[in-house]
């Protein structure tokens, strides 16, 4: 695997893409000066919703995920556990503490990980007599794993987030009233219909609107940016950073090893798949759910966007790891 070659098609593929439409939101918010609250209502109330409803009724799942899952959960709790102890060591106040934890436990899968996987599983080392036979378990992979953080980012993200700055009844309330804690069980319910929603009228809008999703988010990410200054070099910056960047990835691959022993033998791209997965940086939600919530906002954005960049050279580093671990 040409290391090189890796780092320039994730900055080149992953992130540019990602640069371009937050430059986007900053010019716009210059000129314009964009309701930022009108976006973030706009996100949480229709464009994220149809999002996930449609990425969770459209993945096919069977019982390979189950051990996936069973890990992906793990190395999320350990993940909430270490950025807790790292928070109140840092005498952070509640508030903070939150926003740490919910960069540090939400990545984003949904949009890098799954460029990047179908990227590294359909290159050398993985092609064999010139076909990519581990692109489709790569993908699985990454897509059960973004199940269960889309899942969690937009439900105990959101209470984690309000429960900093709010009592927890009320910080309950919020989670309540957002549509997404009900566009998951509609959807998983659905699945199990005994008919195709793809010919429903109403999936034609829902399919637009969870079309609109990313570029929105990214527009409003923009705005949010354009009114924050940004230091990647702070310190509490640069210690979500490595968190998130460093120590995530080498818990994911603990844990691995650990189910690898105890719960029996991983497919060695699922193994791979979930240290990459877990080496991305932090979801672009997190700066969006504390702008919504009115918890540190600048922190979180500041953290999202130093992770972006800065993982372009850890990416490549953990995924030539977990290949040399986990061999074919």
Not at 280 to 295: F, Q
Request: positive net charge; glycine residues 4%.
């Amino acid at each position: 695997m040409n290391v090189f070659t890796l780092i320039g098609h994730i900055f080149m593929n992953s992130m540019m893409p990602i640069f371009m439409l937050i430059g986007l939101g900053i010019v716009l918010d210059r000129k314009f000066k964009l309701d930022l609250y009108t976006l973030s209502k706009l996100n949480f109330y229709i464009l994220l919703p149809s999002f996930v409803f449609r990425a969770l009724y459209e993945a096919q799942f069977g019982w390979d995920s189950l051990e996936i899952v069973l890990c992906a959960i793990t190395v999320l709790f350990l993940n909430y556990l270490m950025a807790g102890i790292v928070g109140k060591s840092a005498n952070y106040d509640q508030p903070k503490t939150a926003t740490l934890k919910n960069v540090v436990m939400f990545n984003n899968c949904g949009n890098m990980g799954v460029a990047l996987a179908t990227f590294v599983f359909t290159n050398v080392p993985y092609i064999i007599d010139g076909q990519t036979p581990y692109a489709s378990l790569g993908l699985l992979s990454v897509v059960s794993i973004m199940v269960i953080q889309t899942i969690t980012s937009n439900t105990f993200g959101f209470y984690q987030a309000g429960v900093g700055r709010l009592t927890k009844r009320d910080a309950l309330s919020v989670v309540l009233h957002m549509p997404m804690i009900y566009a998951v069980p509609i959807s998983l319910l659905l699945k199990l219909a005994p008919f195709d929603l793809h010919h429903f009228f109403a999936y034609a809008p829902l399919s637009i609107f969870a079309n609109a999703f990313v570029g929105v988010a990214m527009l409003a990410l923009g705005v949010q940016i354009n009114r924050t200054p940004l230091n990647f070099w702070k310190k509490d910056v640069l210690l979500a950073s490595s968190l998130r960047l460093v120590a995530s990835p080498l818990l994911a691959t603990a844990v691995v090893i650990i189910f690898i022993h105890v719960y029996g033998p991983f497919h060695p791209i699922a193994a791979q798949t979930i240290v990459l997965t877990y080496s991305v940086p932090s979801a672009i939600n997190m700066a969006l759910i504390a702008i919504e919530m009115k918890n540190n906002p600048e922190y979180a954005t500041q953290c999202v966007m130093a992770t972006t960049v800065l993982s372009a050279v850890t990416m490549p580093l953990f995924i030539t790891l977990a290949y040399f671990l986990f061999p074919l």
